[in-house]
C-alpha cells in the first residue's frame, strides 16, 4: 500500500481509515515474548536536535564494520536531507515527508510527526524483516526525527519503541551534546530530559556525551560522581531556587548510578569500544531485568497493554481526522 | 499646594505601576494542544470581558483559531528560511528563533509599545524543547519581557492522554522541570485535552497525587533497581506544588477559569489593576491629605 499514490480529500478519509486498520492488525502478541531472541540489540539514538545524533551514528556504523560486527541500519528521521550513511531500511523510502506535508497539508512538524505515523502502521514488517535475519545480525541502529519530542512523546514513537523492546534486547541511547550542557543549569536540564526518557520507556540508558573532540566531558562526569561538587558549581553559576535545585541534583545522583554514561566523538571515534562495552552492559541488564519482567507481566498485562494500544490507534486516527478537519475548512 | 504635590506624585506612582504586562509562555511538547488552548483561551477571555491578546511565537505555524496581535511570521517565516538559505525544519527554526532574538529592540519593541498597559499577551511557542533547554533564545525574549516590566509565566502543557501510568506521569513532570529551571519562572503544568480522555479512572491519582501510593506503584513497575530513585523523584512530586498538574477540559468554561485563575495567581494579576484603582480615587476624590 502506497500512501503516496492516492490524492484528494475522500481517498485520505478512505487511506486514515486504511491505517488504522493495518495499524490494528500490528499487534505485538504474547507470543513474540517466546520468540525472543537475545540478538541483535537494538540502539535506539535519540537527542536534541543539533546534539549530533546521525553522525554519531555514523560513527557507530563504520565501528561496526571495522571491528566485524555485524550491523543493521533504520532510518526513522523523514526530514533529513542526506545521511553519511546508507540505511538498511529508510522511512524516507516509504514516506515521502514533503509530500506528505503538502497532500496533508501540514507544516514542518505535522510532517514530520504524519510520515512517522504513516510509517509506525507499517512497522510489524520492519520487526519481522529483522527477526527473520536475527541470526545473522549482531546489533540494529536506529535513528530518529531530528527533534526528540516527535519520537520520545507521540504516540509512534512508543509503538515503535515498544514493538522492538517486547521481541529485542532494546537500548536507549541518549546523545548529549557536551560543549552546550558545560553550564551546569543545561547539563540538569538535559539529565531531567533523560531521566524523562528513562521512565517513560523503561528501558536500559545509555548516556553518550557526543563532541568530546571539542569540549571533554571529564566535568559531566565529575558532577554526576559527586553531588557535592555540582551542587557547588550550581551555586556559582546562578542564583536559582537552590531548594528545588539541591533537590534535583540529589535525585539526578540517584539516576546516574542507574544508567551508564560513555564520552564518544563521532568526529574522531573516540570512545567507541567503551561504548559497545556499555551498550553489551545494558542488554544483559535488560535480559535479566527487563526481560525477565517483561515474562511475569506477560500474562498480568496483556489486556492492559492491548487496551493501551487501542487508545493510541484511536489517538491516531482522531489526529487524521483533525487533519481532515483542516483540510476541509480551508 | 502641597497637597496638589503630593496628589500629584500619586497620580505618577499609579500610572508607574499602571505600565504593566503580563505574559504566558505557552509550551510543550508538538501535539499537546497549546495553539487550542490559545484559542479557547482568547474565546473565554472574550466571553467574561477580560482583554487578552494572542501572539504567535512558532514560525511554523499554519492554521490558526485565533486572532493573532503579533506574529513571529511578519518577521521572519520558517517556509522563507528552508527555502532561502536550504535549511532542514531544525536549523530553519533555530535561524528563525535567533533571528527574533537579534530583534528584540527593534522589532519586538516596536510591536510591544501596542501592549503596555495593563494588558495580558498570551506567547503561543513552538514545541521543540532544546529551545528551552540548549540555547537561550527563549529565556533572553523572556529576559526582555521582564525589563519591558512584564510578569511572566510558564505554562506548560502535555496531553493527558500520554499519562496512563505513574512512570509516565513522573516522566511528564521531569520533563516539565526540565524547561522549569532554564526559565527560572512561575510555572503552571497543564494536563491538556482531558475532553479526550476516555477512561478518566486513573488520572486524579496524577492530579491530587498521593506520594506513597504512587510510590508503591512506580516500584512495581520499575526493576528494583530504581528503588531509590523513584523514592527521591516522589518526594520531590510531594514537596513541590509546581511540579504538579491541573486538568484543563476545553469544553468546560469552569475548567478554562480554573486554570486561568491559577495562572493570574502565578503572575499576580489583579494586584496592580487594584492598586491603579485606589490611586485614581486618591487623585480626583479626596482634596488631600491635609483635609
Same mark, same amino acid.
Given at each position: 500500500?502506497?500512501?503516496?499514490?492516492?490524492?484528494?480529500?475522500?481517498?485520505?478519509?478512505?487511506?486514515?481509515?486504511?491505517?488504522?486498520?493495518?495499524?490494528?492488525?500490528?499487534?505485538?502478541?504474547?507470543?513474540?515474548?517466546?520468540?525472543?531472541? &537475545?540478538?541483535?540489540?537494538?540502539?535506539?539514538?535519540?537527542?536534541?536536535?543539533?546534539?549530533?545524533?546521525?553522525?554519531?551514528?555514523?560513527?557507530?556504523?563504520?565501528?561496526?564494520?571495522?571491528?566485524?560486527?555485524?550491523?543493521?541500519?533504520?532510518?526513522?528521521?523523514?526530514?533529513?536531507?542526506?545521511?553519511?550513511?546508507?540505511?538498511?531500511?529508510?522511512?524516507?523510502?516509504?514516506?515521502?515527508?514533503?509530500?506528505?506535508?503538502?497532500?496533508?497539508?501540514? $507544516?514542518?512538524?505535522?510532517?514530520?510527526?504524519?510520515?512517522?505515523?504513516?510509517?509506525?502502521? @507499517?512497522?510489524?514488517?520492519?520487526?519481522?524483516?529483522?527477526?527473520?535475519?536475527?541470526?545473522?545480525?549482531?546489533?540494529?541502529?536506529?535513528?530518529?526525527? $531530528? =527533534?526528540?519530542?516527535?519520537?520520545?512523546?507521540?504516540?509512534?514513537?512508543?509503538?515503535?519503541?515498544?514493538?522492538?523492546?517486547?521481541?529485542?534486547?532494546?537500548?536507549?541511547?541518549?546523545?548529549?551534546?557536551?560543549?552546550?550542557?558545560?553550564?551546569?543549569?543545561?547539563?540538569?536540564?538535559?539529565?531531567?530530559?533523560?531521566?524523562?526518557?528513562?521512565?517513560?520507556?523503561?528501558?536500559?540508558?545509555?548516556?553518550?556525551?557526543?563532541?568530546?573532540?571539542?569540549?571533554? !566531558?571529564?566535568?559531566?562526569? /565529575?558532577?554526576?560522581?559527586?553531588?557535592?561538587?555540582?551542587?557547588?558549581?550550581? =551555586?556559582?553559576?546562578?542564583?536559582?531556587?537552590?531548594?528545588?535545585?539541591?533537590?534535583?541534583?540529589?535525585?539526578?545522583?540517584?539516576?546516574?548510578?542507574?544508567?551508564?554514561?560513555?564520552?564518544?566523538?563521532?568526529?574522531?571515534?573516540?570512545?567507541?569500544?567503551?561504548?559497545?562495552? *556499555?551498550?553489551?552492559?545494558?542488554? /544483559?541488564?535488560?535480559?535479566?531485568?527487563?526481560?525477565?519482567?517483561?515474562? &511475569?507481566?506477560?500474562?498480568?498485562?496483556?489486556?492492559?497493554?492491548?487496551?493501551?494500544?487501542?487508545?493510541?490507534?484511536?489517538?491516531?486516527?482522531?489526529?487524521?481526522?483533525?487533519?481532515?478537519?483542516?483540510?476541509?475548512?480551508? | 499646594?502641597?497637597?496638589?504635590?503630593?496628589?500629584?506624585?500619586?497620580?505618577?506612582?499609579?500610572?508607574?505601576?499602571?505600565?504593566?504586562?503580563? *505574559?504566558?509562555?505557552?509550551?510543550?511538547?508538538?501535539?499537546?494542544? @497549546?495553539?487550542?488552548?490559545?484559542?479557547?483561551?482568547?474565546?473565554?477571555?472574550?466571553?467574561?470581558?477580560?482583554?487578552?491578546?494572542?501572539?504567535?511565537?512558532?514560525?511554523?505555524?499554519?492554521?490558526?483559531?485565533?486572532?493573532?496581535?503579533?506574529?513571529?511570521?511578519?518577521?521572519?517565516?520558517?517556509?522563507?528560511?528552508?527555502?532561502?538559505?536550504?535549511?532542514?525544519?531544525? $536549523?530553519?527554526?533555530?535561524?528563525?528563533?535567533?533571528?527574533?532574538?537579534?530583534?528584540? !529592540?527593534?522589532?519586538?519593541?516596536? /510591536?510591544?509599545?501596542?501592549?503596555?498597559?495593563?494588558?495580558?499577551?498570551?506567547?503561543?511557542?513552538?514545541?521543540?524543547?532544546?529551545?528551552?533547554?540548549?540555547?537561550?533564545?527563549?529565556?533572553?525574549?523572556?529576559? !526582555?519581557?521582564?525589563?519591558?516590566?512584564?510578569?511572566?509565566?510558564?505554562?506548560?502543557?502535555?496531553?493527558?492522554?500520554?499519562?496512563?501510568?505513574?512512570?509516565?506521569?513522573?516522566?511528564?513532570?521531569?520533563?516539565?522541570?526540565?524547561?522549569?529551571?532554564?526559565?527560572?519562572?512561575? !510555572?503552571?503544568?497543564?494536563?491538556?485535552?482531558?475532553?479526550?480522555? =476516555?477512561?478518566?479512572?486513573?488520572?486524579?491519582?496524577?492530579?491530587?497525587?498521593?506520594?506513597?501510593?504512587?510510590?508503591?506503584?512506580?516500584?512495581?513497575?520499575?526493576?528494583?533497581?530504581?528503588?531509590?530513585?523513584?523514592?527521591?523523584?516522589?518526594?520531590?512530586?510531594?514537596?513541590?506544588?509546581?511540579?504538579?498538574?491541573?486538568?484543563?477540559?476545553?469544553?468546560?468554561?469552569?475548567?478554562?477559569?480554573?486554570?486561568?485563575?491559577?495562572?493570574?495567581?502565578?503572575?499576580?494579576?489583579?494586584?496592580?489593576?487594584?492598586?491603579?484603582?485606589?490611586?485614581?480615587?486618591?487623585?480626583?476624590?479626596?482634596?488631600?491629605?491635609?483635609?
Amino acid at each position: 500500500m502506497d500512501p503516496m499514490e492516492s490524492s484528494g480529500e475522500e481517498n485520505f478519509e478512505e487511506e486514515s481509515h486504511k491505517l488504522v486498520d493495518s495499524l490494528d492488525k500490528l499487534r505485538v502478541d504474547a507470543s513474540s515474548s517466546s520468540n525472543f531472541k &537475545k540478538k541483535p540489540i537494538i540502539i535506539i539514538v535519540v537527542g536534541m536536535a543539533g546534539s549530533g545524533k546521525t553522525s554519531f551514528l555514523n560513527r557507530l556504523i563504520c565501528h561496526t564494520f571495522d571491528s566485524k560486527s555485524r550491523g543493521y541500519v533504520l532510518n526513522l528521521d523523514p526530514a533529513v536531507m542526506s545521511l553519511p550513511f546508507g540505511a538498511n531500511i529508510d522511512i524516507r523510502d516509504t514516506v515521502k515527508y514533503k509530500e506528505v506535508m503538502k497532500q496533508y497539508n501540514l $507544516g514542518p512538524n505535522g510532517g514530520i510527526l504524519t510520515s512517522l505515523n504513516l510509517f509506525a502502521t @507499517k512497522f510489524d514488517e520492519v520487526v519481522s524483516v529483522i527477526e527473520k535475519r536475527a541470526d545473522q545480525l549482531d546489533y540494529v541502529l536506529v535513528d530518529t526525527p $531530528g =527533534q526528540i519530542e516527535i519520537f520520545t512523546w507521540s504516540a509512534s514513537g512508543a509503538i515503535i519503541t515498544e514493538a522492538f523492546a517486547s521481541t529485542f534486547p532494546t537500548i536507549v541511547t541518549y546523545v548529549v551534546d557536551t560543549p552546550r550542557s558545560t553550564s551546569p543549569i543545561t547539563f540538569m536540564s538535559n539529565m531531567l530530559y533523560a531521566c524523562s526518557i528513562l521512565y517513560k520507556t523503561r528501558l536500559p540508558l545509555v548516556l553518550a556525551f557526543n563532541k568530546t573532540d571539542v569540549a571533554d !566531558h571529564k566535568f559531566a562526569l /565529575e558532577w554526576m560522581d559527586d553531588f557535592e561538587v555540582f551542587q557547588a558549581a550550581l =551555586q556559582s553559576d546562578n542564583t536559582y531556587t537552590a531548594t528545588l535545585a539541591n533537590s534535583l541534583s540529589l535525585a539526578l545522583f540517584e539516576f546516574y548510578r542507574n544508567i551508564r554514561s560513555v564520552g564518544v566523538s563521532a568526529i574522531s571515534g573516540a570512545g567507541m569500544d567503551d561504548f559497545f562495552k *556499555a551498550i553489551e552492559a545494558s542488554a /544483559e541488564e535488560y535480559m535479566e531485568t527487563y526481560k525477565a519482567d517483561l515474562d &511475569k507481566r506477560k500474562a498480568e498485562k496483556e489486556q492492559f497493554e492491548e487496551e493501551r494500544r487501542g487508545k493510541e490507534m484511536e489517538k491516531l486516527r482522531k489526529d487524521m481526522e483533525n487533519i481532515v478537519c483542516n483540510l476541509r475548512t480551508l | 499646594m502641597a497637597s496638589c504635590d503630593i496628589l500629584s506624585v500619586l497620580f505618577g506612582l499609579g500610572v508607574w505601576l499602571a505600565t504593566m504586562g503580563y *505574559a504566558q509562555l505557552v509550551i510543550g511538547p508538538a501535539g499537546s494542544g @497549546k495553539s487550542t488552548y490559545c484559542s479557547s483561551l482568547y474565546e473565554h477571555c472574550e466571553t467574561v470581558g477580560r482583554t487578552m491578546h494572542v501572539v504567535n511565537l512558532d514560525p511554523a505555524a499554519e492554521i490558526f483559531n485565533y486572532p493573532v496581535a503579533m506574529d513571529i511570521r511578519e518577521l521572519v517565516s520558517l517556509e522563507d528560511v528552508m527555502e532561502e538559505l536550504g535549511l532542514g525544519p531544525n $536549523g530553519g527554526l533555530m535561524y528563525c528563533m535567533e533571528y527574533l532574538e537579534d530583534s528584540l !529592540h527593534d522589532w519586538v519593541d516596536e /510591536e510591544l509599545e501596542n501592549y503596555r498597559d495593563d494588558d495580558y499577551l498570551i506567547f503561543d511557542c513552538p514545541g521543540q524543547i532544546e529551545l528551552f533547554t540548549h540555547v537561550p533564545v527563549l529565556k533572553n525574549f523572556v529576559a !526582555h519581557l521582564q525589563q519591558k516590566n512584564f510578569n511572566v509565566c510558564v505554562v506548560y502543557l502535555l496531553d493527558s492522554q500520554f499519562i496512563t501510568d505513574v512512570t509516565k506521569f513522573i516522566s511528564g513532570c521531569m520533563s516539565s522541570l526540565s524547561a522549569m529551571i532554564q526559565l527560572e519562572l512561575p !510555572h503552571v503544568n497543564i494536563l491538556s485535552k482531558m475532553d479526550l480522555l =476516555q477512561d478518566k479512572s486513573n488520572i486524579d491519582d496524577y492530579l491530587d497525587p498521593n506520594p506513597r501510593t504512587l510510590l508503591a506503584e512506580l516500584n512495581k513497575r520499575m526493576s528494583p533497581r530504581f528503588a531509590k530513585l523513584n523514592k527521591a523523584l516522589m518526594e520531590m512530586v510531594g514537596e513541590y506544588a509546581m511540579v504538579n498538574f491541573i486538568p484543563l477540559d476545553i469544553r468546560k468554561e469552569r475548567s478554562i477559569q480554573y486554570v486561568l485563575s491559577q495562572i493570574d495567581f502565578c503572575i499576580q494579576f489583579g494586584e496592580e489593576a487594584d492598586v491603579k484603582i485606589k490611586d485614581e480615587d486618591e487623585d480626583f476624590g479626596d482634596d488631600g491629605p491635609d483635609s
